[in-house]
């Protein structure tokens, strides 16, 4: 009974330090060309271990509705993560949004106003 409590502790003192080491990404820095219709995000998520520990899916959406659900399998390096997207639908004044999760523990979103094209 004894090993079975001690093992019980361990197990949650090692889940709840884990998930100390975990945190959403700090900033999302969103831009998007009117001419080429690329949406450009830099998802901020400074990690140790970018292959343990990194953003694992990065919502798109487009006036509220997801229209882009993509799944990551690792982090580009330690500092963030970077994507690309095709919004040919987007025009002058929607709002695109980006929702970057890291793969332990939380998310942040942001959101642009797609500006008039030049």
Known sequence: ????????????????????????????????????????AVIMHNTSNPLNHYIKKVDVGLNGNEIIEHTISREDNN???????????????????????CSISGKLEKEITVPAAK
Do not use: C, R, W
């Not at 963030?80 to 040919?88: A, E, G, K, M, N």
């Open 79 to 101: 500092v963030s993560q970077t994507v690309s997207y095709l919004i040919p639908d987007a025009k002058e004044g929607d709002v695109l949004s980006v929702e970057g999760y």
């Open 1 to 40: 009974m004894k090993k079975i409590l001690a093992l019980s502790v361990f197990l949650v003192v090692f889940a709840l330090g884990a998930v100390a080491y975990a945190h959403p990404p700090s900033d999302i820095i969103i831009t998007f060309d009117a001419n080429t219709k690329i949406l450009h």
